[in-house]
């Protein structure tokens, strides 16, 4: 059960961010506590499954990376076994079962056309997929989700 704290925490966190050399300190500050137990408080939320990951969003296509969306039809029994091999890539940013024929789905970032092709390649010939759709990114729309607990 996430407290009243809990929820100012992560309404902070998510919100505002800052690029400092201890911002949790400065957090800390902030709510009127210290920063052991902010750290303490973050580190009990993600043991508990409310916060996934803290880090920054970068700006891909700025930086010369390139983005594709790949959907891939797996065998059921297999799709584990393919979504665990998929992850090995550090350019694989989401990967996500769904339902349907196209039952997985990732998202790849690359520095290059050859790389993307390497990869796609390699997921295409992985046992266990039948087909893969690669659908590359003309257009970018970033979503920013926030979600206010108070």
Do not use: C
Not at 86 to 91: A, L, T
Not at 105 to 122: D, F, G, H
Request: glycine share 6%; aromatic share 8%.
């Amino acid at each position: 059960m996430l407290t009243e704290f809990d929820k100012v925490l992560l309404n902070r966190i998510q919100n505002s961010l800052t690029l400092d050399k201890r911002p949790y300190a400065r957090i800390a500050k902030e709510l009127g506590t210290d920063e052991e137990t902010v750290l303490k408080r973050l580190g009990t939320l993600k043991a508990a499954g409310y916060i996934r990951r803290i880090g920054a969003f970068f700006n891909s296509e700025r930086l010369g990376y390139k983005g594709t969306l790949v959907a891939l039809d797996v065998e059921p029994d297999k799709l584990e076994t393919v979504a665990e091999y998929i992850n090995q890539y550090p350019g694989v940013t989401h990967n996500y079962e769904r339902e349907g024929i196209f039952n997985l789905w990732i998202t790849l970032i690359t520095s290059s056309q050859e790389e993307e092709k390497n990869i796609i390649n390699e997921i295409e010939t992985l046992p266990g997929v039948n087909r893969l759709l690669n659908l590359p990114a003309t257009e970018k729309f970033k979503v920013n989700v926030q979600f206010s607990l108070e």
